[in-house]
């Protein structure tokens, strides 16, 4: 069996019911736009590239799920807040911070169209609870 080669960076392409909702929405949640071409506007999270299109197709916005690991899923949530009560998205709905039993932290959101974020970290063991 080979060693497949290296692999750098994902990218995704991410559906737009409303494109200028979407860029709004993007823009709070990542910050300004790194690149626009072709009809497409792309963001940086982390090394991930989210590219928004001006496409939508409802069976398949409601089926896309980005799991996302984050140092602090306490300090997305607030960032979700913020954007919800300060930044006109006074709609946005958001589940958590919840731990969850494989061992994460997570809050969860969705995007204008609706496709599901998940903001995830690890839950931090006490020395008690790794000694068991």
């Not at 080669?5 to 409303?18: E, G, N, Q």
């Not at 997570?106 to 970290?121: C, E, I, K, Q």
Request: hydrophobic residues 40%; aromatic residues 12%.
């Amino acid at each position: 069996m080979t060693t497949p080669p290296t692999a750098r960076r994902v990218a995704f392409w991410l559906p737009c019911k409303d494109t200028t909702v979407s860029e709004r929405f993007y823009t709070a949640l990542c910050g300004p736009p790194l690149e626009r071409a072709g009809g497409f506007i792309m963001y940086r999270l982390a090394e991930t590239a989210l590219w928004l299109q001006d496409h939508y197709v409802k069976d398949w916005a409601e089926n896309i799920v980005l799991y996302i690991n984050v140092d602090d899923a306490d300090a997305w949530h607030r960032h979700l807040v913020s954007m919800r009560d300060e930044k006109g998205f006074e709609g946005l709905r958001i589940d958590g911070p919840a731990d969850q039993p494989w061992g994460d932290r997570m809050v969860t959101t969705w995007d204008p169209a609706g496709v599901l974020l998940h903001f995830a970290s690890p839950i931090e063991r006490s020395s008690e609870s790794r000694a068991s």
